[in-house]
């Protein structure tokens, strides 16, 4: 929000050219702002990977704890038949046993997947709103008269010409 504000600032503090809407303003200071800008984005990007690789160990951490509770449960079955003979109720508990671990399980996996979900769509959205707002910023300096993108922008010493002269 930081850049957007920036460049609100510098245009409503523009000087106005009489007679139309449009604004003159410091192009050295609005080419400083976009390579700002440029360098902000890869900044949103290694957030959205850190995000990823979050969202990957929970899930990693996920599979673990189901892979626990189902060795629990199987170990769990194993006493059961062994210790009091009951291999029928023992089955019947440890296939509920283990079908609780799996969906314990696969609950774990749904919210984590979720989770991630949720992150990377909010992150996405911002990563757009920040490149809309560029694009509309370039734009808005194409429009009145900036350089084109690519080209080198004059020297900082050489007066800026009135949009529209």
Partial sequence: ?????????????GRR?????NVVVD??????????????VPEEVQSARRTNAEAERILERAGQEAERIIA?????????IDEQGLT?????????????????????????????????????????RVLGQIERGIDALEVRGGPE????APDAEEPAEPIGA
């Fill in 149 to 152: 993108p690519g080209t080198d």
């Fill in 17 to 21: 050219l009489p007679l139309t809407s």
């Fill in 88 to 128: 029928e109720a023992a089955e019947a508990e440890s296939r509920r046993i283990i079908g609780e671990a799996d969906d314990d399980a696969a609950a774990t996996r749904r919210g984590a997947d979720e989770y991630a979900a949720d992150i990377l769509l909010r992150l996405e959205a911002e990563v757009s």
């Fill in 72 to 80: 629990r449960a199987h170990e769990q079955a194993a006493y059961l």
């Fill in 27 to 40: 192009q050295a200071a609005a080419l400083e702002l976009i390579d700002e800008l440029r360098h902000a």
């Fill in 1 to 13: 929000m930081f850049f957007v504000e920036r460049l609100e600032g510098m245009l409503a503090n």
